[in-house]
């Protein structure tokens, strides 16, 4: 799991991609220095849906926000106190004076969730007050359909930058793509048919500690929850495991009307 490992301060938002994302053309939505586990930091508000979950003052995991009320994250992100919700966010150690501060009200892990096996593992966080979209705070749109084998998608977060640890700098980004293929192969103990790897097979590209529960875009649509992985980050052959959203696109929407 990425996201509760280590106890760092980073600031910044960090995006790894792999071509195709939303409508913004990557030379828009990048800047050109490499940082994180080979990403390079977005240009500031390119996320305008990516979330920071902070426990008191410490980053606990990244999230999503998929309409005014609420957040899709990692189960494996639950804790027993409010979590701290924040939106609007690029630099997270300094005022950016776009951010838009929550609490949640309510954290519903999907009920199948196996904290040893990490199968299903996605949490919906209910927003105490509802967020003000504008274009710095915008929700992300669930997928329609689940995406293809060799897909580019894109990752981004606030996690470490290097493996096993480091504190780090602004939100990231580097080219990933999703794996259809020999993923149970590689984890056949823990790999079940809601994962999917995303990756780059000579490894150096990879999301890791921190970023836990953030989104993974392929088109435009969120289609990964970052979950787990192997402790060292981007190693050779060794993927990120990510929740495949689109397996739980029904469960979202009853969560969310009956909540």
Request: aromatic residues 8%; positive net charge; contains cysteine.
């Amino acid at each position: 799991m990425r996201g509760t490992w280590l106890q760092f301060f980073p600031n910044q938002l960090f995006c790894r991609v792999g071509g195709a994302l939303q409508a913004a053309p990557f030379s828009q939505i990048f800047l050109s220095n490499n940082r994180i586990i080979g990403g390079a930091p977005c240009t500031p508000h390119s996320m305008p849906w990516q979330a920071a979950l902070f426990v008191g003052s410490q980053l606990n995991c990244g999230g999503t926000l998929i309409s005014r009320n609420w957040v899709v994250t990692a189960a494996h992100c639950h804790v027993q106190c409010p979590i701290s919700v924040r939106l609007g966010e690029h630099n997270i150690q300094h005022l950016d004076w776009t951010e838009q501060l929550r609490l949640s009200e309510k954290m519903i892990r999907h009920p199948g969730y196996n904290s040893a096996s990490k199968d299903n593992d996605i949490m919906l966080i209910k927003l105490l007050t509802p967020a003000n979209l504008n274009k710095n705070v915008q929700p992300l749109e669930l997928p329609t359909s689940c995406p293809s084998p060799k897909e580019e998608c894109v990752v981004s977060g606030w996690g470490t930058t290097k493996s096993p640890q480091c504190t780090v700098t602004p939100m990231l980004g580097g080219g990933l793509s999703f794996k259809g293929e020999g993923a149970s192969s590689i984890y056949p103990r823990y790999y079940t048919e809601n994962m999917l790897c995303a990756g780059v097979l000579e490894g150096g590209v990879d999301s890791c500690q921190g970023d836990s529960g953030g989104p993974l875009l392929c088109n435009g649509k969120l289609q990964g929850i970052v979950s787990w992985g192997t402790q060292t980050c981007a190693l050779p052959n060794k993927p990120g495991v990510y929740v495949t959203v689109c397996k739980y696109v029904d469960w979202i929407r009853e969560t969310m009307n009956n909540n």
